[in-house]
């Protein structure tokens, strides 16, 4: 009778862990091809995780799979650098049934996970390498910048409303979103009687020069970063593609990574989240807004590049001239920005 594992006792075998994964512990669930081993708790640890299998399973071919979230792909790297082959899936790629949304538990979803893991049910999300996803979060933290004073600025606007200060029509168009001098001038000395409104309006000011002073820095260091080895070609080429400016072209090349691994025109589509919602059944079909999806900020600038493409190139003009003719403009560009994201496609991979 066998009463310990030696190094080739699994040898052969496929192991299946499906990890919940939480900031404090993790609830994993181990799975053989024929039966289900255990779900316990541990410490957020891959060495731990790693230490388990490989002392309880030796010669064992271990899979491992989490959702992807908070804990970005550290995780996944520190697993496969210790002998587990592990993805990362979208969380919304997981399948799922009315009883498992109405109990929901995390021994129930890590559960899920490694049954759907060994059922081979998932396609995994593309794992940058550490200086790719650095170099996206240098892109995202300047998006968010962007949008923390655009927040400010909408806070003035709305405050000076609030208390019936009419803000002068010479400052009602760029001047006002990009806080010309004289704008900046007005709002330090616009007449107010409340001591206490007037530190208000100075402290918005005061954040607002602030981001604006991060934003202009953050600028210069996507810049900069265009110009490295990795980027430099890659980026003069998308400068060639009408609406495509510096930081759009940046925000494609980190998200994007390599252009090769989407084979269709449709994968980027639904990558970037520029597809939409569609409920057919029988001879009936219904498309709605476009899905959530994707990543926001891409997606975002793309839609803002094709506003700006329609007005410079004059075949993307024409046509988006022809489908406003049959849909409201806001989702004509949706079209244009598609076909914008074609053209990015083709320049990427044809290197002209």
Avoid at 338 to 350: G, P
Wanted: glycine share 6%; with cysteine.
């Amino acid at each position: 009778m066998r009463t310990k594992v030696n190094e080739k006792t699994f040898d052969g075998q496929s192991f299946y862990v499906g990890i919940d994964v939480h900031k404090k512990s993790w609830k994993v669930t181990v799975l053989s091809d024929q039966y289900e081993h255990k779900t316990m708790s541990q410490n957020p640890d891959p060495k731990l995780l790693a230490g388990y299998l490989h002392r309880n399973f030796p010669g064992g071919s271990y899979h491992a799979v989490y959702e992807a979230g908070f804990s970005g792909f550290g995780t996944c790297r520190e697993l496969i650098d210790l002998g587990i082959n592990c993805i990362v899936i979208h969380p919304a790629d997981v399948p799922t049934s009315q009883k498992e949304r109405l109990l929901k538990t995390d021994k129930a979803d890590s559960r899920k996970l490694a049954k759907s893991l060994r059922r081979d049910e998932f396609r995994a999300i593309d794992i940058p390498d550490p200086k790719m996803e650095a170099d996206r979060a240098l892109i995202r933290q300047r998006f968010r910048v962007m949008k923390d004073l655009s927040r400010t600025k909408n806070r003035i606007k709305s405050l000076l409303f609030q208390f019936g200060i009419h803000i002068p029509d010479q400052f009602t168009t760029a001047q006002s979103r990009h806080w010309s001098k004289s704008y900046l001038n007005w709002l330090r000395n616009v007449p107010i009687r409340e001591g206490s409104l007037r530190q208000v309006l100075n402290n918005y000011i005061d954040i607002g020069q602030t981001q604006r002073e991060q934003l202009l820095e953050l600028n210069r260091q996507v810049r900069s970063l265009s110009q490295t080895l990795e980027y430099k070609d890659n980026y003069h080429l998308l400068l060639s593609v009408p609406g495509i400016g510096l930081l759009t072209g940046m925000a494609i090349l980190t998200q994007l990574s390599d252009i090769a691994r989407f084979t269709r025109l449709d994968e980027l589509c639904s990558y970037v989240g520029l597809i939409p919602r569609m409920h057919g059944s029988g001879d009936k079909m219904q498309t709605g807004k476009m899905v959530r999806r994707g990543r926001k900020e891409l997606k975002i600038m793309l839609i803002e590049a094709s506003w700006e493409a329609v007005r410079k190139d004059p075949v993307l003009m024409a046509k988006f001239a022809a489908l406003s003719k049959t849909m409201h403009k806001n989702k004509a560009i949706i079209r244009i920005a598609r076909k914008l994201l074609s053209r990015i496609r083709y320049v990427l991979v044809n290197q002209e």
